[in-house]
């Protein structure tokens, strides 16, 4: 089965992503197709406050499925400045689209240079294989 992996995005082993805005100093953090394939139906989404500060490889908050409950790590340092209040009452919008309407959360005041520490979509797509 072949998923579908954005090239815009940077990915953790852990399979969460990151889309950055360099200009803008931000980045919009989510769960790969895989993962939420992996996972099957989310049933519950736990995310941070916004304002909250998020460490490089740090926890995020949780995720529930039918099959399992999985932790969230971050892929990026920086401040919580949203977070998709959508998925709380909506979960399954991370298994309907992972990279659009099923969103996390977003990141600001990041520091763009930590994408050197995560994979690129070739690096992670030859994670998944």
């Known amino acids: ?50 304002d909250e500060e998020i460490d490089q490889d740090g926890e995020l908050g949780v995720v529930e499925s039918i099959k399992a409950v999985s932790d969230l790590y971050s892929p990026l340092s920086g401040t919580v400045a949203t ?3 959508a998925v709380f009452d909506e979960p399954e919008r991370l298994n309907d689209d992972p990279y659009g309407d099923g969103w996390l959360l977003e990141l600001d005041e990041i520091d763009a240079s930590e994408s050197d520490a995560l994979l690129t979509a070739e690096e992670y797509e030859q994670q998944i294989e």
């Open 83 to 85: 977070v998709n209040e």
């Open 1 to 50: 089965m072949s998923f579908e992996i954005p090239e815009d995005c940077y990915y953790l082993e852990t399979h969460e992503w990151a889309r950055i805005d360099e200009q803008a100093g931000t980045a919009r953090v989510g769960i790969s197709e895989f993962a939420q394939d992996e996972l099957g139906d989310i049933v519950f989404v736990e995310l941070p406050e916004p």
